[in-house]
């Protein structure tokens, strides 16, 4: 048969055409006009004792104020430590942290009573940077106030350090950095009420990634049945990792205020209580010590972390263990030492984004590589390519790499279609003899990165993450997980996964939206897993589905089972071929229902200990290398990226055209990172809490992209397939400064590279 | 206090009683039921709700309705009246120019109004036009290569003619 297999063309997204012509229906498109609008009052501290809250001026009848006295006593979202209040209690922790609920039947009149209710704090002194945490913390009586912790431990760093050459130390800094998603955050609950209407469950639609973690964070809060909450999840307009958790808040609080009025209730955050209120990406700061052999050969890698958490510990650990996982990058060294830890500041609890704490590690370990290679006389490319994972290398955990390593080919795929370490030198040369003519100074920079597809360590262990397939009456099969597609084309590339698993086409299989009571817990959407694992689970479950019809129709025809084979559509034995349709319908009258689900399956001998940091980390990783281009000013230092070459291997392409998309989206918000976006705070307070002032990308501010992909495929993905979402996010900003340092001779450890801060690094370096 | 005002929406003379002061976005979403138009800052810096007043692309969150009084709007829907798609909605879909999507519909308004302008946009061009249309997704490469196969500069990477009806959110 001379079918095409849908996996690996760039079919049209099955929501292109809804989000092209604008109908599309997002959170905020839904309900306008009839439901109750709930307002939060927040805290204008970030370290202060709750006095009094008084509610008595709000004379609007049909008003209700919530604060923490009636959330009841599990007053906290559970998420991994129970220590995030959905109301504060006595205490404020950041600015904007929700101290109490207002809802009433219009917008108009929650707000005009929230401004009503009067809050009397007793202010105290907030620990606001890493810097200030490294002092002491006044909530751990002046010791560090340490949210996480861990170390690794590889080989002799002693030993290491006595075969050096050279010893190269280096310290490196990252800032906040806010999601800024188009579509905010937002939220409709709806009680459900028994007869006497009282409550007993509330139904959630909501802007978010994770519809299980709101399940189970409602549950919690009401002390409900799982049966009680239903969550689901509306057209999403992009999360990046920022509707991880912050989703469970907004619900338990919609779902609080549901309960408290009887009514369905929306709560939608303006962009500025957005970017106020919900989390951001860690603030870092890494310190290196390497030894090294003269050829730049690696012998020693010494590495402390700091993330700063914010003021709870929310996914804080978590974060820290992809961070440190990370650290000692895609390379290769005998003796490495890693220590990590979170410390707890008063700022809004920092969360997930984009890579999840690698980006911040690779940050570090590739300007770290850059002094190396600056302190050796080595090229940056030669100084990554010795040193560069081989198959067969051994992570600083003490996972042998067996399978799906692409390090060397990466980077040099990068530097051949760049001609990078040509024009690196003639940069390099034409720095040194130019003359102050006012003419722009071009640079290139080059990073080498990877990323561990999945949950770290035992999180898929401990997920046990299940997907399953239904052959529908209308003859149509259906995907069923919890998996959200929030822009990346997770639907579109489910479909093509389980057409080519159960040997349909792509018209017979239709996608469920994520629902917890019609869909099987496939864990989070997260952590760069959703193609990898849950496709997986899918093209498992698909097989088996094709498995059970395939049996059905031999014993339809009086075959063997292995006589029958189900593709492109048909139904094929050596007596011709019957239409998918036609024995889908048959089985359906005679068996009913057909459902196959597939649950993860661990890999037998992997394993990893979480009190050790030993084992395997990951199951895959995708590997990356970027080639970044610009032209800095030589009088203002503003940075321009003129071309941005990328290298990536994802295992397997299953949708060429989204894939690019992830990478080149990813990409640019891992430059802007770099040089563009920054948090500026004064008191705890964000002085830049609007798009007018945080600034992203626009497309003046973006360079043309040459996006090369490659495959070399892994055993633990459909089809050889690894992760593509957080991938992009790690090298852009080292490769980005590498390039400012080749055009201006400047090199900067902290980011954004702003103007002043290559100004102020330039002078210091003179 | 409410004022009576007509103008042409997406080619249909319409009449809305409102305040002056109102937000034409505000207008279109509420009032009129086009939710096409996103909010996504509210002060004219993200391009989520961009319409074309009289030709021009602007941010319907800042613009007033006693301003739009005898003016013509297209908005998103005026793009793809009934059921037939623009080519540029359906390229815009097919090469990957959309991924969440929120920002799609002030995208593809924006650019409309570019094409008006420049028929066969160089990228510059597009940097130019098109810089108040922020999106957090694509990285603006798709965006780029979609209005380049659109305008016979680039050969199509989009499988045609494939479905369309995979999702169950209608």
């Given amino acids: 048969m001379d079918h095409q297999n849908a996996v690996g063309r760039s079919l049209l997204r099955p929501d292109g055409l809804a989000k092209v012509t604008g109908t599309a229906l997002y959170l905020d498109d839904l309900t306008e006009g009839f439901c109750f609008h709930g307002v939060t009052v927040r805290s204008p501290h970030a370290s202060a004792l709750i006095a009094s809250i008084d509610s008595s001026s709000v004379s609007d009848p049909e008003v209700k104020v919530l604060t923490a006295k009636d959330v009841g006593p599990r007053n906290s979202i559970h998420l991994i430590q129970d220590d995030w209040p959905i109301l504060a209690d006595r205490q404020v922790n950041h600015v904007g942290e929700p101290v109490a609920l207002v809802v009433a039947p219009t917008l108009a009149r929650a707000q005009s009573a929230a401004r009503a209710v009067k809050v009397a704090y007793d202010v105290l002194r907030p620990v606001l940077s890493l810097d200030e945490a490294l002092v002491g913390d006044p909530r751990t009586n002046g010791g560090l106030n340490v949210l996480s912790e861990c170390k690794i431990a590889h080989g002799n760093i002693y030993q290491g350090f006595a075969q050096a050459d050279v010893i190269v130390d280096g310290e490196y800094s990252t800032g906040h950095q806010e999601h800024a998603y188009i579509e905010p955050h937002g939220v409709i609950a709806t009680p459900t009420l028994d007869a006497a209407s009282a409550f007993k469950g509330v139904d959630i639609v909501g802007s978010l990634q994770c519809p299980y973690y709101v399940h189970k964070a409602l549950t919690y809060l009401f002390g409900l049945g799982d049966e009680a909450i239903r969550v689901r999840q509306s057209v999403t307009g992009g999360g990046f990792g920022g509707k991880e958790d912050y989703p469970d808040m907004i619900a338990a609080h919609a779902a609080l205020l549901a309960r408290a009025c009887g009514k369905q209730v929306k709560i939608l955050y303006e962009r500025q209580e957005d970017i106020i209120a919900t989390t951001k990406r860690h603030p870092s700061r890494v310190r290196h010590k390497t030894g090294v052999k003269r050829d730049g050969t690696l012998v020693a890698m010494d590495i402390d972390v700091l993330l700063d958490g914010g003021a709870y510990v929310t996914l804080s650990p978590v974060v820290l263990s992809r961070c440190v996982l990370h650290s000692a990058g895609a390379y290769a060294c005998p003796n490495v030492r890693i220590r990590g830890r979170v410390l707890a500041t008063n700022t809004a609890p920092n969360g997930a984004f984009r890579g999840f704490g690698a980006p911040q590690s690779l940050f570090a370990v590739e300007r770290q590589m850059d002094k190396i290679a600056r302190t050796l006389g080595l090229d940056p490319f030669a100084v990554r390519r010795r040193n560069a994972y081989r198959e067969g290398d051994t992570t600083p955990t003490g996972q042998v790499l067996k399978e799906s390593v692409s390090a060397v080919t990466v980077l040099e795929r990068a530097k051949e279609a760049t001609r990078f370490t040509e024009r690196h030198a003639q940069n390099e040369k034409a720095r040194q003899s130019r003359k102050d003519d006012g003419k722009a100074l071009a640079g290139i920079g080059l990073s080498l990165f990877w990323h561990g597809s999945g949950f770290t360590g035992n999180g898929e262990r401990r997920l046990m993450s299940k997907g399953a397939v239904r052959l529908r009456p209308d003859l149509k099969i259906e995907v069923l997980t919890s998996s959200t597609d929030f822009g990346q084309g997770t639907e579109g590339i489910f479909r093509q996964i389980v057409a080519d698993a159960c040997g349909v086409t792509i018209d017979d299989v239709v996608v469920h939206i994520p629902d917890t009571a019609e869909v099987p817990d496939s864990g989070p959407t997260v952590a760069s897993r959703t193609v990898m694992v849950v496709g997986g689970l899918l093209s498992r479950a698909g097989a088996k589905l094709a498995q059970t019809l395939c049996s059905f129709a031999a014993r339809h025809d009086g075959l063997a089972p292995a006589a029958v084979a189900l593709r492109g559509g048909f139904f094929e034995t050596e007596r011709g071929q019957t239409p998918f349709r036609t024995m889908a319908k048959k089985y359906l009258i005679v068996h009913g229902p057909l459902v196959a689900e597939a649950q993860f399956e661990p890999t037998p001998g992997s394993t990893f200990d979480e009190a050790t940091y030993r084992g395997d980390a990951y199951a895959a990783y995708g590997w990356g290398a970027n080639v970044v281009e610009v032209e800095v000013d030589p009088d203002t230092f503003i940075t321009s990226v003129v071309n941005l070459t990328t290298v990536s291997d994802v295992g397997h392409v299953v949708h060429p055209v989204m894939c690019a998309g992830q990478v080149e989206g990813g990409t640019l918000q891992a430059l802007a990172w770099g040089y563009l976006e920054e948090i500026k705070m004064k008191d705890g307070r964000y002085l830049n809490d609007r798009l007018q002032t945080y600034l992203i990308p626009t497309m003046a501010d973006t360079p043309d992209m040459q996006t090369i992909l490659i495959e070399n495929p892994t055993t633990h993905g459909p089809f050889g397939a690894k992760g593509v979402g957080e991938l992009p996010m790690d090298g852009g900003a080292p490769a980005l400064l590498q390039a400012i340092e080749n055009a201006t001779g400047i090199s900067l450890a902290r980011i954004p590279a702003t103007p002043e801060r290559i100004l102020q690094a330039g002078r210091a370096g003179q | ?170």
């Fill in chain 2, 1 to 170: 206090m409410n004022e009576s005002y007509k103008f042409i929406l997406n080619g249909r003379p319409t009449e809305v009683t409102g305040p002056p002061m109102a937000r034409l976005l505000d207008v279109l979403r509420r009032d009129l039921g086009l939710t096409g138009s996103k909010e996504g800052c509210g002060e004219g810096e993200c391009g989520a709700c961009t319409v074309l007043l009289n030709n021009e692309a602007v941010c319907s969150c800042l613009v007033p309705l006693f301003q739009v009084d005898g003016a013509s709007i297209t908005t998103i829907e005026g793009l793809s009246p009934g059921d037939t798609l623009s080519d540029l909605q359906r390229v815009f879909a097919a090469e990957g120019g959309a991924q969440c999507g929120a920002c799609t519909p002030g995208m593809i308004v924006t650019i409309r109004a570019l094409l008006d302008r420049h028929p066969k946009p160089t990228r510059d061009q597009m940097r130019e036009y098109v810089s108040g249309t922020l999106c957090r997704c694509t990285g603006y490469e798709r965006i780029f290569r979609a209005v380049e196969v659109l305008t016979g500069q680039r050969e199509a990477e989009g499988v045609p003619g494939a479905p369309v009806d995979g999702t169950s959110r209608g």
